[in-house]
Every structure is written in C-alpha cells, then in structure tokens.
C-alpha cells in the first residue's frame, strides 16, 4: 500500500482502540513503508496488548514504538548477561558502519534506531534506516543499498582488521547478493549482460554461469 493506503490501513484498525494524544497516524503511515496491510493491523494489536499488560487505558506512541521494533526484529532478550563486552562492540561498530553508510550515501533515508540488544528472533543488533515512499528504485539506489548492507562488515574490517571480521554479516550479504543479482539479472541495470532478464531461464540456474558469478562478485568487491 501507498502512503495514504496505510494511512487508511491504520485508522480502520484503531477504529476500535483508544488512542493517545501523541499517536500521529500520518506519521506512522509514513514509518510503516512496505507493511502489508496484516502487518499494519498486528502492529496496532500488538500496541493494544502492550496497553492492557500495563493496565492503560490508551495506546500510547511508546506502546507503538515499542511493538513496531518487535514487529521487525522481535522482543528484545532480557537476559543480556551473557554477552561479552567483546560482543558488544563488536556489534556496536556493526551497526554504527550500516547506519554511517546510509547517512553518507542514502541522506533521504531517515536512520530511526540503531541498537545493539539481541532480540528473541536471533539478531544480535540492528541499524533501521526507512527509505523514502517511492514506486520505484533507481540503478544508483539499489547500488547504495548494497554499500549500506555491507556498512557492518566494513566496519569491522577497519576497526578490527581483515583476519577478525565476524559470522555477524551473513544476512547482509545474502541482501547484498540478492540486490546484485536482482540489478543484473531482473532489472537489466548491467552494461555487461545487456536487457536481458534472466529471471524464468530454466535452462541454467545463474549461480551456475561463471560470467554471471565473477560480475558479481566484482561489482560487490568495487
């Protein structure tokens, strides 16, 4: 759904929830960029059970916020005695390097948290940028998204060299390869492979074509 759909979205599942003074609907219209609408209404009812366990009356924007990042990523784990300070900042120059990137790369992106406390769903931190509300991505866009994904691990890279990067950016770079692939062989955005779309060949999977392979790796090593 577009911006003013989510909108709409919105209002209809608050229809029956009291609401806070502070909630701007518009606003979380605007934070909610590619929720569906399923996902737009468990977000409210995860807000009004967060109200009804601490016995408020209203839904609150901190009972919002609070279920949008559990929407996301999942609860954040309580127990955080376990995590080593090595840990910590090793995840804290992670995410500091994805949230960086997108400033320096991506200034209409709004960077609206970046946390290093584990969440039940198994990430060990998070840098949570929201795109502008567009239809479609440009070429130069989709190459910015790729630099944001690997932000984490040249992050460590630098700050703790070559030898000690982490297991911490595998999801990062399955996005990065998903983006490379999907600018080459979906969108025909490669000088190299030309208009083709690649995306229904039976024929041959494209992690069998070397060419494919090398030109992708060389575009994410540049």
């Given at each position: 759904p577009d911006l003013k759909a989510r909108e709409e979205?919105?209002?209809?599942?608050?229809?029956?929830?009291?609401?806070?003074?502070?909630?701007?609907?518009?606003?979380?219209?605007?934070?909610?960029?590619?929720?569906?609408?399923?996902?737009?209404?468990?977000?409210?009812?995860?807000?009004?059970?967060?109200?009804?366990?601490?016995?408020?009356?209203?839904?609150?924007?901190?009972?919002?916020?609070?279920?949008?990042?559990?929407?996301?990523?999942?609860?954040?784990?309580?127990?955080?005695?376990?995590?080593?300070?090595?840990?910590?900042?090793?995840?804290?120059?992670?995410?500091?390097?994805?949230?960086?990137?997108?400033?320096?790369?991506?200034?209409?992106?709004?960077?609206?948290?970046?946390?290093?406390?584990?969440?039940?769903?198994g990430i060990g931190g998070f840098s949570l940028n929201i795109p502008p509300d567009r239809i479609y991505s440009t070429k130069e866009e989709i190459i910015n998204n790729i630099k944001i994904a690997l932000g984490g691990r040249a992050a460590e890279e630098l700050k703790f060299g070559k030898d000690k990067i982490t297991t911490g950016a595998s999801s990062d770079l399955e996005k990065a390869t998903e983006l490379v692939f999907s600018m080459i062989c979906i969108y025909g955005m490669d000088s190299s492979f030309g208009l083709l779309n690649y995306n229904n060949t039976q024929e041959t999977s494209i992690y069998e074509n070397k060419e494919l392979i090398k030109r992708a790796k060389d575009i994410l090593d540049s």
């Amino acid at each position: 759904p577009d911006l003013k759909a989510r909108e709409e979205i919105l209002k209809l599942h608050t229809r029956n929830k009291h609401l806070s003074r502070d909630v701007n609907l518009r606003k979380l219209a605007l934070d909610t960029i590619y929720f569906s609408g399923a996902k737009s209404e468990n977000l409210l009812n995860e807000s009004a059970m967060l109200a009804a366990k601490k016995s408020e009356k209203e839904i609150t924007k901190e009972h919002i916020d609070r279920a949008y990042y559990k929407v996301l990523v999942g609860d954040e784990k309580k127990d955080r005695s376990g995590i080593s300070a090595r840990d910590r900042m090793i995840t804290a120059y992670h995410e500091a390097g994805h949230a960086l990137v997108t400033k320096l790369v991506s200034k209409e992106n709004r960077v609206t948290k970046v946390s290093i406390i584990p969440s039940t769903k198994g990430i060990g931190g998070f840098s949570l940028n929201i795109p502008p509300d567009r239809i479609y991505s440009t070429k130069e866009e989709i190459i910015n998204n790729i630099k944001i994904a690997l932000g984490g691990r040249a992050a460590e890279e630098l700050k703790f060299g070559k030898d000690k990067i982490t297991t911490g950016a595998s999801s990062d770079l399955e996005k990065a390869t998903e983006l490379v692939f999907s600018m080459i062989c979906i969108y025909g955005m490669d000088s190299s492979f030309g208009l083709l779309n690649y995306n229904n060949t039976q024929e041959t999977s494209i992690y069998e074509n070397k060419e494919l392979i090398k030109r992708a790796k060389d575009i994410l090593d540049s």
